[in-house]
């Protein structure tokens, strides 16, 4: 008698574990597509940019001033244009009073800073630094001042070249010089790889602070050149070149030309009331003149 063989019934599959098999098994059969020369250079080019210093700085500053400006504050500002290439000028402003109206001519330019020349009287010219539209920004009323057509200096650098920005040590010891040290410091430093700029540090920028008040001068780097024509640094000197400013700070405020003021200088008297004292004295000169004369004629009588 045969004995009948007994087969074990399958069991059913679990369907998960099915498409489960299935996508592990295309996976690995699936074979790695090769990157193109296209765009692994694309790739290179991304991460470049990412980590280059001329992608993260694209600082822009808005160069602009009111009406009634000096051809002398005008030449100033063409200057300061020139030495730095990053600027962008706008035609001059007509109001006086409502200032907010820079921060949307800056934001339609593209400008991350502003630099801002207010003229009263044709006489005073007041500065302008503000970081738009945010802020901070800080007021100055400039003295001293001396463009590169005035003092005709034997120093002489690149035009665009970028600068080697020197403080004082003294921006460090008061929380307001030091507001006013990062807002000089990104209106003047010219970014790395701008497209108008020259790859070269051939001069240097001073801002001293002394009485005060904070002193701008504009050196050259002169390194003086060996025999066989090699340049070495141990004899390097410092030529002037220009333009000259002072500035004198009035206040400093939260926002983009408005908002809180974070520092009000105690010390600060406006021209007008300079000149006022001055009217007051030569008007009791006259006055000192005529009782003389008055005290003569008694005296003769």
């Not at 470049?48 to 001033?65: D, T």
């Not at 009406?67 to 030495?83: P, Q, V, W």
């Not at 780097?221 to 002072?246: D, F, H, T, W, Y």
């Amino acid at each position: 008698m045969a004995k009948g063989i007994k087969r074990k019934e399958k069991e059913p599959a679990d369907e998960g574990n099915d498409e489960l098999i299935s996508d592990v098994t295309l996976a690995t059969i699936k074979p790695k597509q090769k990157k193109t020369k296209l765009a692994a250079a694309s790739e290179r080019t991304d991460v470049a940019l990412e980590a280059s210093p001329s992608g993260q700085n694209k600082e822009k500053v808005l160069m602009l001033a009111s009406r009634g400006i000096t051809h002398r504050y005008r030449h100033l500002l063409g200057d300061l244009c020139e030495m730095l290439p990053h600027t962008k000028k706008e035609a001059k402003l007509d109001t006086k009073d409502d200032r907010s109206v820079i921060n949307e001519v800056a934001e339609l330019k593209g400008c991350s800073s502003c630099v801002y020349f207010e003229t009263r009287k044709h006489k005073d010219l007041y500065i302008w630094f503000s970081k738009t539209p945010s802020g901070p920004s800080v007021k100055f009323h400039v003295l001293n001042v001396h463009t590169l057509a005035e003092l005709k200096l034997t120093g002489n650098h690149l035009k665009g070249s970028r600068a080697v920005l020197s403080f004082d040590a003294t921006f460090d010891q008061s929380p307001h010089l030091q507001v006013m040290k990062e807002v000089l410091a990104q209106t003047f430093a010219i970014p790395r790889g701008h497209r108008k700029s020259k790859p070269f540090v051939d001069h240097t920028m001073s801002f001293t602070v002394a009485d005060g008040r904070i002193w701008i001068r504009n050196y050259q780097i002169v390194l003086p050149s060996n025999k066989k024509g090699v340049q070495a640094l141990e004899g390097m000197n410092l030529v002037e070149v220009g333009p000259r400013l002072c500035l004198n700070p009035i206040r400093v405020f939260a926002g983009s030309f408005r908002g809180q003021v974070l520092y009000d200088n105690p010390t600060y008297v406006s021209p007008n009331t300079l000149r006022a004292e001055e009217k007051r004295k030569s008007s009791s000169k006259y006055a000192i003149k005529v009782k003389r004369k008055s005290k003569r004629a008694a005296h003769l009588e």
